[in-house]
Structure formats: C-alpha cells, structure tokens
C-alpha cells in the first residue's frame, strides 16, 4: 500500500527556520514526482515545489521560488520541504503529495495527512 | 487569484446531477491532462479523476470528468450527503512550468 507519512505540527517565530518531512512507503521512490501543497485557513490549494528524488529535478511555482527550498533523501525515501527565514504568512497546513513519472505531471495520486504550520511572534 | 477559474459553489438536491466547470488557457488545460480534486473539511485532499475522465479504482462511476480545448468539466450524479466537499481541478501550467489549482468549488447537496 502506497502511504505518505508526514512530520508533525510545529510552531515556530517570524524569521525561525523549519524543516518539514513526507516518507514515501510502499513504492519506488525515486522515480515519482514529490511535490508540495499549500493550504492557508480558510482557502484553496496552492503548489509550492515539486522534486523528481531520483534526478534530483526541482520545479518551484514562480510565488514561492526563493523563499523555500524542496529536497529529497532518497536513501531513506524522504522529501523535504524548508525555511530559512518564515513569516506569519507562512501559517498553514502543508500537504505531500506523489505524482506521476512524466515530464509534466498533473496527476497526484496519494497525499499525506498534513502538516500544520504556525508562525507566530 | 487562480490560474484555473471554478464557480466559488454549487448545490442541488440529494439525487440530483451537479456539473462543476474549471477554465483554463492555452497553456494549462489547452496542452495537458487535467485530473480533479476532492476534499473533505479536515481532511487531505483525494483524486476524484485523472487523465481528464478516468477514475482510479474505488471512485463510484457518478463522478465524471470531460475536457473540450481550455475548459474541462466534474459531473456528480445521484447526489449524496456525503458529496459534500470542496472540489478542485488541477493540471500543468507549461509556460509557468508549475502545477496549477482552481479556487475550489463547495458543493452543498441541499
């Protein structure tokens, strides 16, 4: 069974740095598109980054590039997704999710449960 | 604002039909597959349809999906309570190089 296991919830202050996790199970990892999924309270979802492990390949959408980085482990099937400096902004749940093998992915076929991320003074 | 345009909600009688509409361009949904989102509050989102109008197993054949050039289109059929949800359309955005979300639908089965 394909699962996408995620860290838990944190809590963090402006300008803090952060790292979040999603452990690919249950599939070949490297060769899946990982990406990330943004959901502020209340609102829609929104793409973040994606990552091809076994490349690495990296695609960011052009309203978060320079502001996280995505990375993968793929010695431990693992994705990341971090801060170096978060704003209150940032406040939202975050979801992993597993695409497809293809160039252009648009199919996302198992999400994690979510990660909630607070940023808070 | 949204790459992928949705109506913010829909709603209908249990057993009705309800069709939930995503518009895109050119270089979205005009060149690319387009695969739709359900989610339930609290809850992570799940594939509905991909490819345009395949549905992974376990997905009741109520739900279909359709495309014609830069719009594609969700039908419900046989509404149920349990329908309740926010929707969302999803695809490829080549000239952005990024994935790309409708603003979700909430649909109310009244």
């Known amino acids: 069974e394909v699962q996408l296991v995620q860290s838990g919830a944190e809590v963090k202050k402006p300008g803090e740095s952060l790292k979040i996790s999603c452990k690919g199970i249950?599939?070949?990892?490297?060769?899946?598109?990982i990406g990330w999924v943004r959901q502020r309270p209340g609102k829609g979802l929104e793409w973040v980054a994606i990552?091809?492990?076994?490349?690495?390949?990296?695609r960011y959408s052009p309203s978060f590039q320079g502001h996280v980085t995505i990375s993968a482990d793929k010695s431990i099937s693992t994705a990341y997704l971090q801060w170096n400096s978060l704003k209150a902004s940032d406040t939202a749940i975050y979801y992993c999710?597993?695409?497809?093998?293809?160039?252009?992915?648009?199919?996302?076929?198992?999400w994690g449960q979510g990660t909630l991320v607070t940023v808070s003074s | 604002q949204s790459v992928l345009t949705q109506p913010p909600s829909v709603s209908a009688a249990p057993g009705q039909k309800v069709t939930i509409s995503c518009s895109g361009s050119?270089?979205?949904?005009?060149?690319?597959?387009v695969s739709w989102y359900q989610q339930v509050p609290g809850t992570a989102p799940k594939v509905l349809i991909y490819?345009?109008?395949k549905r992974p197993s376990g997905i009741p054949d109520r739900f279909s999906g359709s495309k014609s050039g830069t719009s594609a289109t969700l039908g419900i059929t046989g509404l149920q309570t349990g329908d309740e949800a926010d929707y969302y359309c999803?695809?490829?955005?080549?000239?952005?190089?990024?994935?790309?979300f409708g603003g979700g639908t909430k649909l109310t089965v009244l």
């Open positions: 050119s270089s979205n949904i005009g060149r690319n597959y």
């Open positions: 999803g695809t490829w955005d080549s000239s952005l190089s990024a994935g790309v």
């Open positions: 249950g599939y070949s990892f490297t060769n899946n598109w």
């Open positions: 990552i091809r492990p076994g490349d690495p390949e990296t």
């Open positions: 490819d345009n109008n």
């Open positions: 999710a597993r695409g497809g093998v293809v160039v252009e992915p648009t199919t996302w076929d198992h």
